[in-house]
Structures are given as structure tokens and as C-alpha cells.
């Protein structure tokens, strides 16, 4: 499988380093990969990997054109511009799709997944939600078998930071904030993490996963974290639990789905309010399965390991419907 | 898909029920399922499915002789005898064949594997370790970007059980173990789960698929839990922790890999520990992912999720190595 790289921050340095660090596995568990192209907006910027024998390409839409490329990476970002323009015409031109940009496919998922299926190839974004975590592998493969009522979970780890650092140090949000900004765990603009946009975004898609619905941002009520009170945190505390920012998505016996964002008290004797520091996890119940919850990192490395999960699946033929039915079947 | 299913004590009439019951979104995922033949020893027994419109075959090998059988579901038990026949003969009939038999997995799971190959069908045995939890797929799917370079999990139900119900109750092993029987969460012969024999068989399983190894219970050091008494998880208390039965395989940079068995001190902080009552979990160190944990239900209902994802993913055509590599690279 011949690969094209766009961006390469840290979550694409990372993809870039685990394809060559890996390489002998990753060719036994499914083909040889090979990155043939990246692309990047500063060339000469010092990063931490190694681009020295593959093609720099200074027009990122270039990296869909190419002969020599059977699946285009995308880790640029952004719900719009760049990152759907590549997108749309690497499907157009029959190479499969694979993205970690949780805000283009809550916001152009379903015209996507449309393109590729017209197209017969893959588009993949396990790592969209929760980093190196394949919950959208186990929602749409492992626990298919259930009727799912509802989901919750812990999709942004620098609320989860932030909260858990307030709570262990007694802090204010703004003082944890401005540290997290600082060691590089919170952006210089955090409006999208506190404010709960980039859970929403990771709620809408897997709401579609587990319902079978198109993605839909207007649809979830959205609250952030920057009202929560060192107070609010004791008075948790003081009544055996934890405030935890959850992305909640629930359907009702008459099929109605729910979808909210918000800050939410978690009793301690509950497994998501142990979920500490920058860690994500997401509680799934299924009418068979009863509660499965399954947690681990996000960020540069994790991430990197989802995205070349979607790789091997591809890599391998294990083809799917990208939100596990067909787009039009997508209400 | 024609499913002939073998076996109806729990685990099998959950199975039946979950077909049945979801059987139109398991259409819309898949294909239509149909079981269309069922083999238990007892006929007149009073089950929790109805059997009503499916075939009985009072003898369980002709399962696996039928022309309208694709895929052979066997939740028999036992590490020979009738399930290892029926799996032979399945498998070389042309049949997949899905099974929750850890205990035939771990002695038999290379020979299946083999003859599943040779004759271009699958064997799956999701179901065989942590219940609902699709821990296999994770391991050989998800996950598979990955060096992993150690697992360890609570792979017996019953122990954390009595475990957990020791701790919360300051009451000894032999009257929680006597209650737990009475209750069925334990068997009346207890040996098979207190003397850590079925969490050797799921280690011996997961170390299959994670380092590419044989299953090879004699490579696993065992001890279970008859020898833990009250004061032992008192003294863990005051230590900050708890004691659970942990099934763990790791590699060296060497490349050797040890498997054990054991009462492990937890402490508090670390996930696991926090792990109660009937839940399994496993947690997987990666070099990119980091640690993952995922944890859930087994038994009844919960393994049944297992097995009908199983069907769900041969329906949808994603084939794979039983293991994750070929049977021959299996050292």
C-alpha cells in the first residue's frame, strides 16, 4: 500500500515514525506500507521524524492526483478548507480516505462516506475519537450483535486534564488552564476544548455509528467547562463523586435520540469517574453486552496508532460502510 | 446466513435469543441469520429461547454433515471430546465455525486453525475470553499499528467475584465460595476457575494472538485463589490496594515471552484494581497506543454478543487469520 501523508504535526510525525518504526510488523499482520508522499505547510521546519527518500509535495491537493498513492492520510485539520477539499478529491480519484479530523466528518461525514462508496473505497476515521481507543471498531464490529441504548463518554483530554489537576491540586480553572497552555496540553486558543466543540464533534459521529443518524452538531446541547469552580469540584467530592465533562448520546424505546454535552457529577463506585488525567474513555451499553467501557490515551503517538489501524483494515480488504450502514440509509 | 448451533445451556439459548431478537438490525448490519438446526443432550429440558421451527439433531455431529449449514456455532465445552469432533468436522466440511470454548481453543486452537485455512473458511473464537468484550478483535484489529510489549487482565469472572464479595463483606473464601455455588456464579466442581485453570486458558489464547506464539498452557505458571484468605486482602487494603487474579504475558526486548497466573497486589490508582465483582478487563501496553483498558461483562448474555459479532463480521466477508498470522507462523 503506497501512502500520502498531509500534515505533519504531531499527530502526523507520529504516523510517519510508527510506519517505519513498525514496518516488519505491520507487513506480516497485513501488506507492506510505504509513505511515497508528504506534505506539510513549512518545509524547512525542524520536527520529529524523518522525511529524507519520500516525495515532499508543497501543494497538499497534489497528494490526490498522484499515480503512485492508494491512500491519502489526512491530519491537517480544520471542518472545511483544506482538509475536505484533499478529501473530496482523493475519493473522486479512487483512493481510499483516512482522517483523524473529528470536526470534518461531524460536519461532512455523510457527503464523504457517500463519495467513497461511489467510488468503492474506504473512508476510515477511527482516529477521530479517542486516540489510540478503536471504539468506533468496537461499535460498529465488535458489539454489533446489540441494540445499544446508550453512550457516554470522556472524548477530550484536555478538559479531563484540566479537571483532574483542579481536583488533586486544589487550583482554580484559570491557573490549571494557563499551565496546561504551557506545557502544551491546552491550545492558545482552548475555546474548542473547554467549550465542549471537539466532544461534540466526537459525540456526533459516534451518535451516527450507534444510531445509524447523520451526524448532527445542532442537534447536541453543548456546555464547556469554564464555569466549573474549584467549589463545584469539592462539593463533588464532599458527595462521593467527580464532575467529568461526558459526551452523552441516548435513544429512548421510542427510538428518540438525546445528544448532550455537558458537565455532569459521576459517583466514584462508577469506573468513568476514575478516568483521570489525559486520558479518554467512552461506556457503551448494549442489550446483550450489558456495559463495556473501554479507556486509554489520545494525542500525538495513540492517534498515530489508530490511524495505521485503519491502514492494516484497508491494507487487509476488511471493508465497511465508513458509519457501519450505507449513507443514504443515514437519517 | 444458516447457522447450526450446538449446544443450549446459557450461553447457547442466549445466542438463539439474540438471533432472534435482533434479528432485523442484524440484517441491516450483515445479513439475515437464521439458525436453522440445534443439537443439546436434553430435548425435554425447559430453556430460556425458543427452539419452535428449528431442526433438532440428536446427534451433534451431523451439524456439521448438513448441506444447508454455512457456519457452525458450538458453545458444547470441553477441551476434546465432542466439541473438537464437531470443530474437525465443520471446519472440513467447508463450514466457519464460531466458538466460545477457551479450554479447545487453548489445546487445539493451532490444528483448527490449520485446517480452517486449508479448507478457506474461518474460525473465530471472540467469544472464548471476556465475555462481551471484543478483546481479540482490539488485539488483532484495532490495535495492530502496535508492539505490544505485555497484556494483563482478569480474565475469570467467578474469582473476582468471590474476590470482590470477600473484600466488601470481611467474610472468608470458603463461605463466599459456598454462596457464590449456591447463587451460580460458581460451579459446584469450582476448580476449573478458583484453581486459575480458566484464566490460564484465556492468557494462553491472548498471548497467541499478541506475540504470534503457539497457545502453550505449559508455558504458563498457575496459581489461583484457594489459598487467599481474608487477612491477605486486608493487609492489601492497608497497603492501598487490592488482590486480584491477574492472567499476564509479557515480552523482553529479547524477544522472550513469560505467562503467569496469580494473586497480584493492585494499587488503587491503577484501573485494574478498580475492577469488582463479575467484570473482566485486560489491559494492553503498546509502544504507540500507550496502555488501553477495556472492561466488561461475561457469561450468558454478554458472551452471546461475542459470538453473534463473530457472525456479524463472516457475514460481512472480513475474513482473518484465527490468530492474526498464519498457523504455520505460529512458533
Known amino acids: 500500500m503506497r501512502i500520502a501523508l498531509a500534515g505533519l504535526g504531531h499527530v502526523g510525525a507520529a504516523t510517519l515514525r510508527l510506519l517505519q518504526a513498525n514496518a ?17 505547510r513549512d518545509k524547512g521546519k525542524k520536527r520529529d521524524c524523518d522525511v529524507s527518500g519520500i516525495d515532499w509535495v508543497d501543494d497538499v491537493l497534489d497528494l490526490a492526483k498522484r499515480d503512485d498513492v492508494d491512500i491519502v492520510v489526512e491530519v491537517v485539520g480544520g471542518a472545511s478548507g483544506i482538509a475536505l477539499e484533499l478529501a473530496r478529491a482523493a475519493l473522486k480519484n479512487g483512493k481510499h480516505f483516512v482522517t483523524a479530523n473529528k470536526a470534518l466528518i461531524a460536519a461532512h461525514g455523510v457527503e464523504l462516506a457517500q463519495m467513497a462508496e461511489t467510488h468503492k473505497v474506504q473512508l476510515s476515521f ?7 481507543v478503536p471504539v468506533l471498531k468496537m461499535l460498529r464490529e465488535g458489539l454489533a450483535a446489540n441494540r445499544i441504548s446508550s453512550i457516554r463518554g470522556i472524548l477530550n483530554g484536555t478538559c479531563n486534564y484540566i479537571l483532574t489537576r483542579m481536583e488533586s491540586e486544589g487550583a482554580d480553572f484559570a491557573t490549571i488552564l494557563a499551565d496546561a497552555q504551557k506545557l502544551g496540553y491546552a491550545e492558545a486558543d482552548p475555546s474548542d476544548d473547554i467549550d465542549g466543540i471537539d466532544t461534540a464533534n466526537k459525540l456526533a459521529i459516534l451518535a451516527a455509528v450507534v444510531f445509524g443518524r447523520a451526524p448532527d452538531l445542532g442537534a447536541i446541547f453543548v456546555e464547556g467547562i469554564r464555569a466549573i469552580t474549584l467549589q463545584d469540584l469539592r462539593a463533588a467530592s464532599a458527595k462521593g463523586g467527580r464532575i467529568k465533562l461526558l459526551g452523552i448520546a441516548t435513544r429512548n424505546e421510542a427510538g428518540e435520540v438525546t445528544q448532550r454535552v455537558q458537565p455532569v457529577f459521576v459517583p466514584l463506585t462508577e469506573a468513568v469517574a476514575n478516568v483521570g488525567g489525559v486520558f479518554n474513555a467512552l461506556e457503551i451499553s448494549g442489550d446483550f453486552s450489558g456495559e463495556t467501557l473501554i479507556q486509554g490515551r489520545g494525542a500525538g503517538d ?3 496508532s489508530a490511524i495505521v489501524a ?8 476488511n471493508r465497511g460502510y465508513a458509519f457501519g450502514v450505507p449513507a443514504e440509509k443515514l437519517v
Chains 1, 2 share one sequence.
Not at 126 to 132: D, T, Y
Not at 310 to 317: F, K, P, W
Open 24 to 40: 516488519e510488523l505491520l507487513a506480516e499482520r497485513g501488506q507492506m506500507m510505504k509513505v511515497v508522499a508528504v506534505s506539510a
Open 126 to 132: 477511527e482516529a477521530s475519537v479517542c486516540g489510540a
Open 302 to 304: 495513540p492517534t498515530a
Open 310 to 317: 485503519d491502514l492494516v483494515d484497508i491494507a487487509r480488504g
